[in-house]
T-cell receptor
Framework: DQQVKQNSPSLSVQEGRISILNCDYT??????FLWYKKYPAEGPTFLIS?????DKNEDGRFTVFLNKSAKHLSLHIVPSQPGDSAVYFC?????????????FGTGTSLTVIP | DAGVIQSPRHEVTEMGQEVTLRCKPI?????LFWYRQTMMRGLELLIY????????DSGMPEDRFSAKMPNASFSTLKIQPSEPRDSAVYFC????????????FGPGTRLTVT
């Protein structure tokens, strides 16, 4: 059972516009969320994170929003640049009944069109 | 620092053979993670170590998989015997410890079992 879901496998956006990547999770015990970016033939790299005590965290062009009641988070990239084209993974962590757990989503492939 | 180092980068083997994947974490990091990436399930956490001790191996798919961390600078993931369904990209990651620290990923090992 997928505990972290990224329902859009791909997304295309024009350069300069906003990219919005979505992520849903199922376990209310998750309390820390991260986004990673992955280029082909490389490992994922950390992008931005948010704790469940916040509903927004911003870092430059990247903002993550957390809606705990909906168990939903999103990553906004404004403005989008061609170099942002990559696969973006959402991750969630928390202390569950089986201990510390980390779950990643299946990823969303973002293409920014020049 | 060179980052997380994984070897080999590519491995092609026949069904039934033993496969050993290797990882050198970033010096000073005390948590190490093994992940498997597939199209269907995204990034799955297989096992993670804290201070060289396995903390959670509930993600290890079956007894054919085993992982060791004999010291702070080296870990192995072994598959014996390998099967075609094990074909995937395997990532190793390390962090300073704790689930709120970002993980640094290696470049991955692409395993193909024929």
């Amino acid at each position: 059972d997928q505990q972290v879901k990224q329902n859009s496998p791909s997304l295309s956006v024009q350069e300069g516009r906003i990219s919005i990547l979505n992520c849903d999770y199922t376990n209310s015990m998750f309390d820390y969320f991260l986004w990673y970016k992955k280029y082909p033939a490389e490992g994922p790299t950390f992008l931005i994170s948010i704790s469940s005590i916040k509903d927004k965290n911003e870092d430059g062009r990247f903002t993550v929003f957390l809606n705990k009641s909906a168990k939903h988070l999103s990553l906004h990239i404004v403005p989008s640049q061609p170099g942002d084209s990559a696969v973006y993974f959402c991750a969630a962590s928390g202390v569950t009944n089986t201990g510390n757990q980390f779950y990643f989503g299946t990823g969303t492939s973002l293409t920014v069109i020049p | 620092d060179a980052g997380v180092i994984q070897s080999p980068r590519h491995e092609v083997t026949e069904m039934g053979q033993e496969v050993t994947l290797r990882c050198k974490p970033i010096s000073g990091h005390n948590s190490l993670f093994w992940y498997r990436q597939t199209m269907m399930r995204g990034l799955e956490l297989l096992i993670y170590f804290n201070n060289n001790v396995p903390i959670d191996d509930s993600g290890m798919p079956e007894d054919r998989f085993s992982a060791k961390m004999p010291n702070a600078s080296f870990s192995t993931l072994k598959i014996q015997p390998s099967e075609p369904r094990d074909s995937a990209v395997y990532f190793c990651a390390s962090s300073l410890g704790g689930r709120r620290y970002e993980q640094y990923f290696g470049p991955g090992t692409r395993l193909t079992v024929t």
